[in-house]
């Protein structure tokens, strides 16, 4: 399921070359989340290129645009270090997203259009979907989907902006430690939060996402006994 096949979906439909750094970005992002480049290892620029069979410039836009939000340390003429995995550190991105997704999900319920419900009941079908497929990678990326929607109807790009990596950095954490456990329990956490959006309650999405980040810390804080 982990494979490198698993970045296809990246790779495989052509876009405008505007957008080929994105699709850099996406395609980078996924390997680091799903550890397909090991927390601690060292690869080039070059390998990256050749993996992802994109051209250099997006490439080293996408590796640029990863180091700034801490996934990626780049090394001059030492290679490209991909960050370690250290589970206090899980703790510190959970207490630093729970306010801003409050925030934002709160802003989401209330100012939620049909535009932006129709992305709402796409992101909550594909992770229901993945529960049935028991499909980890499918959920990671239907729980990318739901970020992105309560980013857009929440229209605070300031807050969008600051939490997005802490997500990304979030997600590889439960990859490592929570994705063989219970993945329905995980869905359905997000579910409610969706409904809770589309039913434009400010105050149930505030609560069901202030649950959503105490049953992480609940993980990270677990994961943090058995490792340490």
Do not use: C
């Not at 620029?45 to 993996?51: D, N, P, Q």
């Not at 259009?113 to 028991?134: D, Y």
């Amino acid at each position: 399921m982990y494979h490198n096949a698993s970045i296809s979906g990246f790779l495989n439909d052509p876009l405008r070359p505007e957008r080929v750094a994105e699709k850099a970005y996406q395609a980078l992002e996924q390997l680091v989340v799903t550890l397909q480049l090991p927390p601690g290892s060292v690869t080039t620029e070059g390998v990256l290129i050749e993996r992802l069979d994109l051209g250099r410039t997006p490439v080293r836009e996408a590796i640029q645009r990863l180091a700034w939000e801490g996934l990626m340390e780049v090394r001059p003429r030492a290679g490209i270090a991909i960050a370690a995995l250290n589970t206090t550190d899980w703790l510190k991105v959970i207490e630093a997203r729970q306010y801003l997704e409050i925030t934002l999900a709160k802003a989401a319920a209330r100012l939620v259009t049909p535009e932006t419900a129709s992305r709402f009941h796409e992101a909550a079908l594909n992770m229901q979907r993945s529960v049935v497929a028991n499909d980890v990678l499918a959920y990671l990326a239907a729980d990318k989907e739901l970020d992105a929607a309560v980013a857009s109807a929440a229209d605070n790009s300031f807050a969008s902006r600051v939490v997005a990596p802490l997500q990304t950095h979030s997600r590889r954490f439960w990859f490592r430690y929570q994705a063989e456990r219970n993945l329905a329990y995980a869905a359905e956490q997000h579910v409610r939060i969706i409904s809770a959006i589309l039913n434009g309650d400010e105050k149930a999405a505030a609560k069901e996402t202030d649950a959503l980040m105490r049953m992480l810390k609940k993980q990270a804080e677990a994961a943090f006994r058995h490792t340490g």
